[in-house]
C-alpha cells in the first residue's frame, strides 16, 4: 500500500491535475487547468485557468465526505450508521480514511499553490498582463493558507513546506509548531489581501465566484480569532463590514430573500458567500455530494441516503420560532412545497411513509431536492450546489467575539450589532448582552451540517469543550440517552498511519520553523 507516496511525496516533486471546476467559468477547461513547472502561458486567460482546480475539484476528496464527518460527528451534531461512526465515539485510529483523504487534500492543495507561486512568473510570455501575474500568485497565497488552516485544527503541528523541490531527494520532514503555523498562514492571507482585487459582491453570481482582498481579509480576521489576537479580528472585521462588500440574505439589505435561499443552487455564489468550493455534475469527486450525504433517497438521484443525521442534541438547541431550524433539519410531517422528490414537487417528511432512523429528524441544510429547473442537471453522485467555507455571517459573529475577547461579557453596541443582525435574520429577539457561550451556541445553530461547530469547540476552553460534548445526548437507534466524555487528546486527530510509516518525523516533537 503507497498511498503515501500518492499523497505526500508527490508534493515534494511536482502536482499534476488536469481538473475542474464549478459554473460557467469554471467547466471543461483544457490542460493548462492543471499547472506544473513545464507549462508555459501565453495568455491571460491561461493564467487565470491555472487556479480554477484550487475553487473546486482539488478539494473534492475532502469536501466529498470527510469534511462533514469531521465537522460534525465528533461535534455532536450528527449521528451516523456508516462511514467514521468512530467519531461519535472518539474512537478514530490513524488508519482511517477520515484522517488520510483531508491531509492528501489539503497537502495537494499546498503543492499546487507552491508550483504557482515560486513558478508562474517564469512561464508566462509578454503578452501576459503583471495584474493577473499578481493576482494568480495571490489567489494561490489564500488557497495554501486555506489547506494549512484545515491541517493545522485537524491535526495539529504540520510541516510547512513552501517549495516542493526542497524536498525531492529527502521527503522525511520534521512538522512545525502549531504557532508557526498560524504564522504561516497568516503571512499567507495578508499576501493575499495585499494582491487580491477589491470587489462588491452583486447580484451578478458568476461575477463573484473569485476571491477579493475582501475574502482574504475575512479568514485572517478568523485566524486571529482562534490564535486570540482579538484587536486584530476586531480591525480586521470592521474593515470588511464597512466596506460593503457582502451582504446577508434576508437582512434589510436582502430583504427578498431568506436564510434558506442560501443554500439553493441558483443561489451560488450569492452576497453573502465570502469563499465557497465550486462543483459540478460530473460524477463522484466533481459533485456536491451532500444531497446524498445528508438527504434520504426520495429527495436524490441515487438509492440511497441520509448517511449523516441530525442529533437529538442538536434539536434542542434551536429557540422556539428560530426561522432556521426547518432550513437545517427536517421533522416529521415538515413540507417543503418546492423541494422536488420523488413525490413530486414538493416534498412532505410523512412518518408513515419514511423511517424517521433513531434520532427522528434528517438534515435539510444543503439538500436541494431531486433534478428540477432550480437544481439543474444532477447524477447519482450529487449536485452542482456550492459548499460555503465561510458566510457573512461567520464575519459578523468573529466581530461580535473579538470585541468581548477574554471578557465574561459585553454589551458594546458595535459588538451587539453584529451579533443581533444574524439572530433578527432568523427572526428572533435582539440580545442586549452577550457572552462567549451565547457566540458559540449561535455559531452553532448558524451553521450547522457546516463542518463549523467542531473546530469553534477545539478553540474554546477546553474544560468548557469537554463541559458541552459530555452533556450531549449521542444516542441513536435507542431511546436510551448515551453520554460520551472525550479527554485531551480527542481534540487533536492523530496523522494518517500510512504517512508515519513513510515519515516517521511527523510523530517526533516539532522543529521550529525558519521563516525567510
Given amino acids: 500500500m503507497k498511498r503515501y507516496r500518492y499523497s505526500l511525496i508527490t508534493l515534494f516533486i511536482v502536482l499534476v491535475l488536469a481538473t475542474t471546476s464549478c459554473s460557467e467559468e469554471f467547466l471543461d477547461r483544457p490542460s493548462e487547468d492543471g499547472y506544473t513547472i513545464d507549462n508555459f502561458y501565453s495568455t491571460d486567460e491561461q493564467v487565470i485557468a491555472s487556479t480554477a482546480p484550487m475553487y473546486g475539484k482539488m478539494w473534492a476528496p475532502f469536501a466529498t465526505k470527510w469534511q462533514s ?25 490513524s488508519e482511517s480514511d477520515a484522517l488520510l483523504l483531508p491531509w492528501s487534500t489539503c497537502f495537494a492543495v499546498v503543492a499546487q499553490a507552491n508550483n504557482l507561486i515560486n513558478n508562474l512568473e517564469s512561464n508566462v510570455g509578454p503578452g501576459v498582463s503583471k495584474g493577473v501575474i499578481n493576482t494568480t500568485i495571490a489567489e494561490a497565497h489564500f488557497m495554501r493558507a486555506m489547506a494549512y488552516f484545515y491541517l493545522v485544527r485537524i491535526y495539529g503541528a504540520v510541516p510547512i513546506i513552501e517549495n516542493n523541490l526542497d524536498y525531492v531527494s529527502n521527503p522525511k520532514i520534521n512538522t512545525n509548531p502549531v ?12 499576501y493575499a489581501v495585499n494582491n487580491l482585487p477589491d470587489k462588491v459582491r452583486t447580484a451578478a453570481y458568476s461575477n463573484n465566484i473569485r476571491l477579493s482582498s475582501g475574502s482574504a481579509k475575512s479568514l485572517l480576521a478568523k485566524v486571529n480569532l482562534y490564535t486570540k489576537d482579538y484587536a486584530e479580528a476586531k480591525k480586521l472585521a470592521e474593515e470588511v463590514i464597512a466596506s460593503g462588500e457582502f451582504k446577508l440574505l434576508g437582512s434589510v439589505e436582502l430583504p427578498s430573500k431568506t436564510f434558506g435561499d442560501l443554500f439553493l443552487v441558483k443561489n451560488n455564489n450569492n452576497e453573502e458567500s465570502i469563499f465557497s468550493w465550486q462543483f459540478i455534475t460530473k460524477g463522484y469527486y466533481f459533485s456536491n455530494y451532500s444531497n446524498i450525504q445528508y ?18 442534541d442538536i434539536q ?4 422556539p420560532g428560530d426561522l432556521r431550524r426547518k432550513e437545517t433539519y427536517m421533522v416529521a410531517n415538515d413540507f417543503y412545497p418546492n423541494l422536488a422528490s420523488d413525490q413530486g414537487a414538493s416534498f412532505l417528511l410523512d412518518p408513515t411513509k419514511y423511517n424517521l432512523n433513531g434520532t427522528g429528524a434528517f438534515v435539510k441544510k444543503y439538500v ?13 453522485n450529487g449536485s452542482s450546489a456550492c459548499m460555503y467555507i465561510m458566510r457573512y455571517a ?30 433578527n435574520r432568523a427572526g428572533l429577539n435582539s440580545a442586549v448582552k ?13 451553521f450547522a451540517f457546516e463542518g463549523e461547530y467542531w473546530y469553534d469547540l477545539c478553540r474554546i476552553p477546553r474544560a468548557v469543550a469537554i463541559d458541552l460534548i459530555s452533556k450531549q445526548d449521542r444516542s441513536y437507534f435507542s431511546d436510551t440517552p448515551k453520554y460520551v466524555t472525550p479527554v485531551e487528546s480527542d481534540f487533536v486527530f492523530p496523522k494518517p498511519a500510512n504517512e508515519v ?16
Fill in 179 to 190: 504557532e508557526d503555523v498560524y504564522k504561516f498562514i497568516k503571512m499567507d492571507f495578508q
Fill in 501 to 516: 510509516k513513510y515519515n516517521p518525523k511527523l510523530n517526533e516533537a516539532p522543529v521550529p520553523y525558519i521563516f525567510k
Fill in 295 to 312: 438527504g434520504i433517497d426520495a429527495l436524490n438521484e441515487a438509492t440511497y441516503g441520509g448517511t449523516y443525521v441530525p442529533t437529538k
Fill in 368 to 380: 436541494v431536492g431531486k433534478q428540477s429547473a432550480e437544481t439543474g442537471p444532477q447524477d447519482n
Fill in 69 to 93: 464527518a469531521l465537522g460534525e460527528l465528533p461535534s455532536g451534531n450528527c449521528q451516523a450508521g456508516a462511514d467514521a461512526v468512530e467519531l461519535v465515539d472518539f474512537k478514530l485510529t
Fill in 394 to 423: 461567520d464575519l459578523l459573529l468573529i466581530h461580535a467575539e473579538a470585541i468581548l475577547g477574554n471578557n465574561a461579557e459585553t454589551s458594546d453596541a458595535a459588538a451587539l450589532n453584529s451579533y443581533n443582525k444574524v439572530r
Fill in 316 to 319: 434542542k438547541a434551536f429557540e
Fill in 434 to 446: 452577550i457572552t462567549q457561550a451565547d457566540i458559540i451556541h449561535e455559531r452553532r445553530v448558524e
